[in-house]
T-cell receptor
Framework: QQPVQSPQAVILREGEDAVINCSSS?????VHWYRQKHGEAPVFLMI?????EQKGHEKISASFNEKKQQSSLYLTASQLSYSGTYFC??????????FGTGTSLTVIP | GAVVSQHPSRVICKSGTSVKIECRSL??????MFWYRQFPKKSLMLMAT?????????EQGVEKDKFLINHASLTLSTLTVTSAHPEDSSFYIC?????????????FGPGTRLTVL
């Protein structure tokens, strides 16, 4: 039931762009994106509730393709503060909520 | 706002003892709380979904007799790790959703790092 993310890890230089993908084998009702710093709890980035919905938060945006059961997170002009592990989270039937496998993002100067 | 606290933040215990972790929603009432555990460099794995006033729903493979969950009020859920063993050492995180918010956004506690010696 756990969504699969790709890539597993990525290293960027400051200012470069990245895309993180999240795929589910189950029907998706919502997709969340979180960022977690080492030793800390995840921090909410955004939620997408409708198929085809796209949202943006500063230079981080996301899309949700309900039919393909996929979501993508776009990070543009990356900053050092973007480093961390990114998780998608998916809501399904009932109250269950599952995190994706995670993508480690490292931004270097 | 939506603030969730956890206590303790860090606990070290001897093998065979029980440990209770509290999760509180400080400024809202949470009808549903979730408990996760996370191993180093791994994703968060849902352990159980806790609904106020009813029995928790455990994920497959999670021993309900070992991980006791109580959601006695709309602001408090507790996870008790009974007869803890070293393999139970992990980072335990709770989250809560706000009812009537129109979404299932998760608000996370800061986590509890459990080390079993």
């Amino acid at each position: 039931q756990q969504p699969v993310q790709s890539p597993q890890a990525v290293i960027l230089r400051e200012g470069e762009d990245a895309v993180i993908n999240c795929s589910s084998s189950k029907a998706l009702y919502s997709v969340h994106w979180y960022r977690q710093k080492h030793g800390e709890a995840p921090v909410f980035l955004m939620i997408l509730l409708k198929g085809g919905e796209q949202k943006g938060h500063e230079k981080i945006s996301a899309s949700f393709n309900e039919k393909k059961q996929q979501s993508s997170l776009y990070l543009t002009a990356s900053q050092l503060s973007y480093s961390g592990t990114y998780f998608c989270g998916t809501g399904g039937v009932g109250n269950q909520f599952y995190f994706g496998t995670g993508t480690s993002l490292t931004v270097i100067p | 706002g939506a603030v969730v606290s956890q206590h303790p933040s860090r606990v070290i215990c001897k093998s065979g003892t029980s440990v209770k972790i509290e999760c509180r929603s400080l400024d809202f009432q949470a009808t549903t709380m979730f408990w996760y555990r996370q191993f180093p460099k791994k994703s968060l794995m849902l352990m159980a979904t806790s609904n106020e006033g009813s029995k928790a729903t455990y994920e497959q493979g999670v021993e309900k007799d070992k991980f006791l969950i109580n959601h006695a009020s709309l602001t408090l859920s507790t996870l008790t790790v009974t007869s803890a063993h070293p393999e139970d050492s992990s980072f335990y995180i709770c989250s809560a959703t706000k009812p009537d918010s129109g979404s299932d956004t998760q608000y996370f506690g800061p986590g509890t790092r459990l080390t079993v010696l």
